[in-house]
C-alpha cells in the first residue's frame, strides 16, 4: 500500500477552515473563469464515473479543461480491466501512476477509500453507493453562503430519500458542523440511517430528541418517527426527523433540500408515497422565504412549476459546481496552498477510536467495498465506537454492527481452563480493554477456535 497524499473521501478530510478558504478561491474564480486557464497546465485528471453523472463528472472534466490541465475518463466499468475481475485496488495503482489526480464514483460504499489507500494520488470520491458525496456537499455550502452569507443558526429541512441520499449524509455532517438547525423529513421508510444519526450525536456534538415531551432519546434505540427537538441557543443542533407532512414548524425554514428516491439502490422498487415539493406546498408560512435546493437530478419530487419561482436555488447549485471544483482540484493537486485554520467554534470533534481487524466479524452492508472484494485481499477494519453496548463502525462504508459474543486475549494466555466466550451484552464487556477485544459471528466460531460457554464449568456434561 503506498502513502496517501491529501484526499477528499468524506465531507470531514475537510476543516471548516479549509472548506472556508477553498470557498474564497472559488468565488475569485468565478469571477474570472478565463484567468484561471493554465493554472494546472501539465496536470492530468483521472475521471472515473462507474455509475450515471451528469453533473459531477461534466462539472470536474470542464473545472480541469479550465484550468488549464487534461482529463482522461473510464465511464463504463465493462470498458474497464475490472469486468475481466481485476480489483478496485489493482486498478488504482495503475491509474495512479498514470494521472495527478482521480475523481471516482462508483456504486460500491468505501470505493474511494480504496482508490485512495492504493493510488498514492489524491482522490476525490465523486459519490460512493449510498454513502458520501462530500463535493455536492461543497456546492451545497457554497450555495448556502451566496445566497444566506452565512450557515450558523440556519434551518435546514432536508426532506426525501434521507437514507439511500448520499448528498444528505454528507451534507447533514456539514451542516452540524457549522451550527445549523437540522429537520429530518424522510418520505415514509426513508429516514436517515442510524448510523449517520449517531455520528452526528457523538462526532458533532448534536443533540436528538424525542417529538413527544422532548426527552432525550436513549442510546442504541432512535426511535426515527418520533424525535422532535427545540433548539436552545445558536450553538445547540438540532435534529428531528419527521414523517408528517403536515407538521408546522414553529419558525420559518432558511432553506428545504429536497432529493429524488433513490431508486437504484432499492432491492424493491422503492416505497408507496413520496413528498412532491409544488407552489401549494410551499404556501405554508414557513417556506415563506424558503431557498428551495436539490442535487439534482430531479424526477417529480420537486414541481417544475417551480423553476421560475423566487426561491429556487437548484441550477445555481448546479452551476457553482465549476467554480467550486475548480478550487478543489487546484488545492488538491497543492496548487494553491491550504490555509488551514480550523475555525475555533467548529462543531466536529474528531476522534481516533480503536481499530478492529478481523475476520470473525464481517460488515452487514452488501454493497460495503468489503463485502465485494474481502475474499482478493481486503480485511474487514472496524473502529470500535463504544464497548458498551459494543458498537463498531466499518471503517470504508461506516455502517454499524454488534457482534454477540465476545472474549479477551488477556484472559487466556497459556490457560486453557479459562479460554471462555461470553454474551457481548454481559457484563463480561466491562472487563475488556479494546486492544484485548476478541469478538465472534456466532458460538459454532468461538468453539472451533477453542473457547467454551460462558457457563462452562470443566465438568464432563451428560
Ligand atoms: N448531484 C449529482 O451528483 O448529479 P449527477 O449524478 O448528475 O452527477
New binding site residues.
Given amino acids: 500500500m503506498t502513502e496517501a497524499p491529501r484526499s477528499l473521501i468524506t465531507i470531514d478530510n475537510l476543516s471548516n477552515g479549509e472548506i472556508n478558504h477553498l470557498f474564497e478561491i472559488a468565488g475569485e474564480m468565478a469571477a474570472d473563469i478565463p484567468g484561471q486557464y493554465g493554472i494546472a497546465r501539465g496536470k492530468i485528471m483521472a475521471s472515473l ?1 462507474f ?9 470536474f472534466e470542464t473545472a480541469m479543461l479550465r484550468l488549464g490541465g487534461s482529463v482522461i475518463t473510464a465511464s463504463d466499468v465493462n470498458a474497464t480491466s475490472m469486468a475481466k475481475g481485476e480489483s478496485i485496488a489493482d486498478m488504482a495503482r495503475v491509474v495512479g501512476s498514470y494521472a495527478d489526480i482521480i475523481v471516482i ?1 462508483h456504486p460500491w460504499e468505501g470505493a474511494a477509500k480504496i482508490v485512495a489507500d492504493y493510488s498514492g494520488k489524491p482522490v476525490i470520491n ?2 460512493d453507493g449510498g454513502h458520501e ?1 462530500p463535493t ?1 456537499t461543497l ?1 451545497d455550502l457554497f450555495t448556502l453562503k451566496q445566497e444566506r452569507h452565512t450557515i450558523r443558526g440556519l434551518r435546514i429541512a432536508l426532506w426525501g430519500d434521507l437514507k439511500y441520499g448520499r ?1 444528505i449524509h454528507s451534507l447533514a455532517y456539514a451542516l452540524a458542523r457549522f451550527g445549523a438547525t437540522i429537520h429530518f423529513r424522510p418520505a415514509p421508510g426513508l429516514e436517515i440511517p442510524e448510523y449517520v444519526l449517531r455520528k452526528l450525536t457523538t462526532e458533532y456534538k448534536g443533540e436528538l430528541k424525542r417529538r413527544e415531551g422532548l426527552q432525550t432519546v436513549e442510546e442504541g434505540t432512535l426511535p426515527l418517527d418520533a424525535i422532535y427537538v427545540t433548539p436552545r441557543s445558536p450553538h445547540q443542533l438540532a435534529m428531528m426527523p419527521d414523517v408528517s407532512l403536515e407538521v408546522e414548524l414553529e419558525k420559518s425554514v432558511d432553506a428545504l433540500y429536497v432529493t429524488r428516491m433513490q431508486r437504484e439502490r432499492m432491492k424493491a422498487n422503492g416505497s408507496g408515497s413520496y413528498p412532491i415539493v409544488d407552489k401549494k406546498m410551499l404556501k405554508a408560512k414557513e417556506f415563506e422565504k424558503t431557498l428551495v435546493m436539490h ?3 430531479r424526477v417529480n419530487e420537486l414541481a417544475q412549476e417551480m423553476d421560475g419561482d423566487r426561491r429556487a436555488g437548484y441550477f445555481k447549485q ?1 452551476a457553482w ?1 465549476v467554480p467550486v471544483r475548480m478550487a478543489l482540484l487546484t488545492y488538491l493537486l497543492g496548487i494553491k496552498q491550504p490555509k488551514i485554520t480550523e475555525e475555533a467554534d467548529s462543531l466536529y470533534q474528531h476522534r481516533d477510536y480503536p481499530v478492529y481487524t478481523g475476520d470473525s466479524v464481517k460488515c452487514p452492508n452488501a454493497m460495503c467495498v468489503t463485502s465485494q472484494e474481502s475474499e482478493k485481499y481486503l480485511a474487514h477494519e472496524f473502529s470500535i465506537i463504544k464497548m458498551e453496548p459494543l458498537i463498531l463502525r466499518c471503517v470504508y462504508c461506516e455502517h454499524e454492527v454488534r457482534p454477540p459474543f465476545i472474549a479477551s486475549s488477556e484472559w487466556h494466555e497459556g490457560r486453557t481452563d479459562t479460554k471462555k466466550y461470553h454474551d457481548s451484552n454481559s457484563h463480561w464487556i466491562k472487563e475488556i480493554k479494546p486492544e484485548n477485544l476478541i469478538i465472534f459471528g456466532n458460538e459454532s466460531e468461538a468453539k472451533t477456535r477453542g473457547f467454551k460457554p460462558s457457563h462452562y464449568t470443566g465438568k464432563v456434561e451428560g
Avoid at 51 to 59: D, G, N, V
Fill in positions: 464515473f455509475e450515471p453523472s451528469t453533473r459531477t463528472r461534466l462539472s464514483r465523486a459519490g458525496h455536492q456546492c448528498t442535487p439534482l437530478p448546479a459546481g
